[in-house]
């Protein structure tokens, strides 16, 4: 092996000395030999390959996700037994094994044999025998020498072995038996035979498919010494564990690399006028924050300098962050540019759309909309193309194939969190050089927002709007609720409006469910709101009556709004000041922090009742009480982190990014960035990438890169 390292590191440095130099075609004749060496295609083409299995054991594993045998070779042991030397029985403990003399034989359920060792004994228990064990028990004598390997299960000074694995003395050799997890009825001997058959098919050691170059500054070990310390040596130790963790944050970093790289066009330059803020303050009903601002001037520098195409706004629930990309949007409008806003919901667009179209026809520009109920679409899309439209605001409607737009220069994404990396992708491509501005509700920790949006900056709203109070939180048990409801008639009396939230699960389709949620509807609005308005909103309510519902209750048309937690986003109504959250203890800390945004909208005392069974669990307690100690949205998003983990709640898939079995993108910060900076600098050196790179990376993000540079 040192030998070879030798060699490589002699083609690397050859392979670099051209890159420098820029002659790519002297450097691509070495990769070719390092290739020979460490067969990047070849690794490549057989970790994809389809596994080779009988149809009903290749069911087993697809329900896994086991499809190639890079996805085979990637199941991790459960855990590893060491039957490397003989235990005496008062010593054994946890995997042990045990050689002795058999001294009794009892048949039945459990078949029972006993062994001695002269320092104790062992029962050794066999249940629901099937016709081949129970030939192999039969033919073990009273008096035969055995070797049993098994868990030690003691209960007080009687020890136990369960479906231990026994054999004659003579037959025990000294190993360490790899386990793994459960495949159906797979027993474990078939899992370790189908991995050592595929292990088989490998090119001949040592194989890879990352540069060499990245292998050796990261001091990782092979491909090939990590699926034999994995599955043959039985070895995995933080080495191992530090290459499995950086392969998974490297392809994912460089497809997103790859896509960046593809972005050809120079981002948008703007100029403006030194006093431009403060001429549009002036001009404003309210007195912008200091973080509002911050905001702004950053986002107006980012542009008018061209440094950088892309922006993520994170503010809490209420902070402001629409005014602000309006403003943003009112200074590339005014260098002759379209802009383009998207919401995850028709409401919240058509809010926007209604603060737009205030704010931006007043300086001469026009504003659309467009969501899927929007009708005479075609006329829309000409009028975007004409550039008749100046600023188009909607919602995935936007992304239909036949918008085109004149001359995209700003594009904001509210609630980044709804929509993926594709969704973006389709977006952005609709301006080739216009600035992206992706606005969070949801605060993420920056390691996150590091890994889903590369070298997009951060720029945060902490502070909320002067006038705002903060909503004072009160938990209720169910038994108490009458409280929360009378005071709640008290505000409808004072003319405020309130939100009532319901606990059915969205995609619930059963009418059981769905009958339950109307029956208590009807309880509460006749016993404590029958001479109000009332309208009741759900899922199952056609987009026409749901909008109809929203826009009259922003309108003072209705008092009391009943919900499920469609409301969760995409209302803003600032007369509103109770909201009541029936089976707090069902949602996640998130979700009630953003159901509690919906009041505390102006300068009225809002208040937001938590209502939960007597007994809630441990967990539901801790989210409640976070949210009685804080109402700041970056706060409950680190206790949010503490409470669920990093896992389950900034999972990569739902943003569009391919999962993490190894790594863990909070946990794992240094070597995330250590796998962004190996791509930069691979990239800015146009370094060349191999066809068996390229194929992993397309593998894991189930895309085509057909457009990198490749050998």
């Not at 998974?248 to 006028?273: H, R, V």
């Not at 379209?338 to 028709?346: A, L, W």
């Not at 109920?373 to 975007?384: F, G, P, S």
Request: glycine letters at 4%; proline letters at 3%.
């Amino acid at each position: 092996m040192l030998k070879t390292k030798q060699v490589l590191n002699s083609l690397e440095t050859q392979i670099l000395k051209f890159v420098h130099l820029k002659d790519y075609k002297s450097a691509e004749v070495y990769i070719k030999k390092e290739n020979s060496v460490l067969k990047f295609d070849k690794c490549a083409d057989w970790l994809l390959s389809k596994l080779v299995l009988k149809p009903q054991v290749e069911k087993i594993f697809n329900k896994k996700h086991i499809y190639c045998v890079w996805d085979l070779l990637l199941t991790k042991p459960l855990r590893n037994e060491h039957y490397t030397q003989i235990t005496p029985i008062i010593h054994a403990k946890d995997y042990a094994c045990i050689q002795g003399t058999v001294v009794s034989k009892k048949a039945g359920n459990p078949y029972t044999i006993v062994i001695d060792d002269g320092y104790g004994r062992l029962d050794c228990k066999w249940f629901n025998l099937n016709q081949f064990l129970k030939h192999i028990l039969k033919n073990i004598k009273v008096g035969s020498h055995v070797v049993c390997e098994g868990k030690i299960t003691e209960f007080g000074l009687f020890k136990e072995m369960h479906h231990p694995r026994i054999k004659a003395s003579s037959q025990f050799k000294p190993h360490i038996e790899v386990i793994y997890p459960s495949f159906g009825n797979l027993k474990n001997t078939t899992i370790k035979k189908i991995i050592e058959q595929h292990l088989l098919l490998s090119p001949n050691p040592p194989y890879d498919y990352l540069p060499y170059t990245i292998i050796a500054r990261n001091n990782l070990p092979f491909l090939s010494e990590v699926f034999e310390a994995l599955h043959v040596k039985s070895a995995f130790d933080e080495k191992i564990e530090k290459r499995l963790k950086y392969d998974e944050l490297f392809l994912m970093q460089l497809g997103l690399a790859l896509q960046e790289a593809y972005k050809t066009n120079e981002p948008i330059s703007i100029e403006f006028d030194e006093d431009f803020l403060q001429k549009i303050e002036k001009k404003l009903p309210f007195e912008l924050t200091i973080d509002q601002k911050k905001a702004i001037n950053t986002i107006l520098n980012d542009m008018h300098y061209a440094k950088t195409s892309s922006r993520l706004l994170q503010g809490d629930v209420g902070s402001g962050k629409t005014i602000v990309a309006l403003i943003c949007a009112l200074a590339v409008l005014k260098n002759n540019y379209q802009v383009c806003i998207m919401s995850p919901t028709t409401s919240l667009a058509e809010q926007t759309f209604t603060v737009a179209k205030k704010f931006l026809e007043d300086e001469g520009f026009n504003v659309g909309l467009l969501v899927s109920t929007t009708k005479k679409k075609n006329e829309i899309y000409q009028a975007v193309k004409d550039f008749k439209i100046h600023c188009l605001i909607g919602t995935h409607a936007l992304l239909n194939e036949k918008l085109e737009f004149s001359n995209l220069g700003f594009l904001v994404i509210d609630e980044q969190h709804r929509f993926g990396v594709d969704q973006r992708k389709i977006l952005s491509s609709k301006g080739k050089s216009a600035y992206m501005l992706i606005m969070s509700a949801t605060p993420i920790p920056r390691s996150l927002a590091f890994a889903i949006y590369g070298k997009t900056k951060i720029v945060e709203i902490r502070s909320m709007p002067k006038n705002r109070k903060a909503v004072h939180t009160i938990h209720l048990y169910k038994k108490s609720e009458d409280k929360a409801f009378l005071h709640a008639r008290e505000e409808i009396l004072k003319k405020h409006q309130v939100y009532i939230v319901f606990a059915l699960i969205e995609e619930s389709q059963s009418k059981v469910d769905f009958d339950s949620l109307m029956g208590s509807y009807e309880d509460i609005k006749n016993k404590y709101f029958g001479e109000f308005k009332c309208a009741f909103l759900h899922s199952n309510i056609k987009s026409a009556q749901k909008e109809k519902i929203f826009h009259d209750f922003v309108h003072g048309k209705i008092d009391c709004l009943m919900s499920t937690t469609v409301i969760e986003v995409g209302i803003d109504n600032p007369n509103a000041t109770v909201i009541i959250i029936e089976n707090a203890e069902n949602y996640g800390l998130a979700q009630l922090h953003q159901l509690r945004g919906r009041v505390g909208r102006s300068d009225l005392d809002s208040f937001c009742y938590l209502i939960t069974k007597d007994r809630i669990s441990s967990l539901a307690k801790r989210r409640i009480d976070v949210l009685l100690s804080t109402n700041d949205g970056f706060e409950i998003a680190k206790q949010d982190l503490i409470l669920r983990g990093s896992g389950e709640i900034y999972s990569t898939r739902q943003h569009g990014l391919p999962d993490l079995e190894f790594a863990d993108i909070l946990n794992d910060r240094e070597l995330l960035e250590k796998a962004q900076s190996d791509i930069y600098e691979l990239l800015s050196l146009k370094y060349p990438l191999s066809n068996g790179l390229i194929k992993m990376v397309e593998h894991k993000w189930q895309k085509k890169f057909s457009f990198a540079r490749v050998i």
